[in-house]
């Protein structure tokens, strides 16, 4: 009963909900307080009910003035200020981002931000020469979280998480604590619509959104206030610069049996390890599998494919999502499958007209080449293999538009036959290396196209001769022909 005795605060916001809740625990403890709202019947009458341990004034938190006088005049009446909350606050303005008025930018802007800005340099004006203090904020999960409160509740609410950090860092050195307080939703008269509603629409709004948070109920004023006690009392002499979310859990997100059904259900998981299922095929042309080549996601496009349908919850932009990243994955099948078929005019279709080429691979020279160009050398290469083999898996990285990364994890085998007497010996005929490509593509009208490709080798074994006798080969067809 005495956590706070002999302290004083100034509590905005005071006369009702969070803030009235606040005095109450703040006077049982043994602080004094001033009442700081802008409702004069119902602040006065909470004074009334305190005693001595209470007073209150009238305020409107945007008026530099009165905040002024509301710190001098407690420093006046008790010595000094150890704790101001501030917490006075309303919904702000409502509505689209469109039909939103600058005034009401304005007015939202100035009681939920520069309210809580007044009442932090007028406080650490009488708390630096104390060399102690604690302040405390009213922000709300709003403030890290978008989506669920009114687009400038939300932004003023982030920007009070951030003046706390900010000035916690500055105050400091001074003794001086600021933290702030992200209460969930609170039945109070600015959660249900109005400083006016009664104890009945706040039962309403408590039953109707119970469900809304882990712990099965809405916060109480109660549940806000216990931890402004905590972090005012010297048990939280080591806490600044904190976001304290108060909120039954509902921050965390969904409970586990709320969430989509397709994460509840009971059926089997299916993955690809991160390094992918290497393709082991008969060496020799087509044998990469196209689904090593689509990444992590496609899984769960296949199952929507040709699985069960009920209750897939899937959205038409997770699924357009979906198939962008299959298309992109597509075009990276096709650069090794034209390979490995010589089917060069699948390969020159993946390209855009010109190809920047990046290898770490010594002999290969990097450099940007027209597709035509790019492809014919390809083709010289390859005639001169006997066999080759690319095994792949893709993880589409990045869609941005209409460019995209992805990075795909290679291994390649290339034989050349040993027919002639410039062939190499026997098992010096394979050459086989592995590593990674990361390819940048651009959206066409006909589709995406890689644009540029980086080869990074990380390991290779076999005889470094074979991609030279196969060049060399290449060079020697194509000229025959
Ligand atoms: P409430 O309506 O019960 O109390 C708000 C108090 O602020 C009122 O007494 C009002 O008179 C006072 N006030 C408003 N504008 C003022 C001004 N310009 N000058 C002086 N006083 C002013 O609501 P509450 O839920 O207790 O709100 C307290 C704080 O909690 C607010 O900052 C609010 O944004 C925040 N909050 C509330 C919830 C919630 O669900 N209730 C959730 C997160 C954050």
Known sequence: MDRLSGKTAIITGGASGIGAATVRHFVAEGARVIIAD??????????AELGDAAAFQRVDVTQEEDIREVVDGCVERWGQLDCIFNNAGFGGALGSIETTTVEEFDI????LLKGVFLGIKHAARVMR?????????TASVAGLKTGESPHLYSVAKAAVIHLTRSVALELGEHGIRVNCICPGIVATPLAAGSPKVGQEALDKLAKGLARAQALGRVGQPEDIARAALWLASDEAEWITGHAQVVDGGAFAGRPWHRQAEWITAD???EALSPGGSLAHGEIGLDSCGRENFHDLWNPALRHHRGGPKRGWPMSGTEMDLLLERAAISDVVYAYATGLDRRDWALYRSIFTDSIEMEFSTAGIRSGTYSADKWARNAERLFAGFSATQHTSTNHVHQINGDEATCVSNMQAEHFVARLDDEGPAEGQDRWTLGGYYVNELV??????????????VTWRFGNPEVPLIAARRGRALSSDS
């Open 38 to 47: 802008a409702q004069e019947e119902k602040g006065q009458k909470l004074a």
């Open 129 to 137: 020469p104390q060399n102690s203090g604690v302040i405390l904020n």
């Open 443 to 456: 959206r066409q009208s006909d589709g995406w196209k890689l644009t540029k490709v980086a080869l990074n």
């Open 108 to 111: 939202t802007f100035d009681v």
């Open 267 to 269: 059926r089997p998981s």
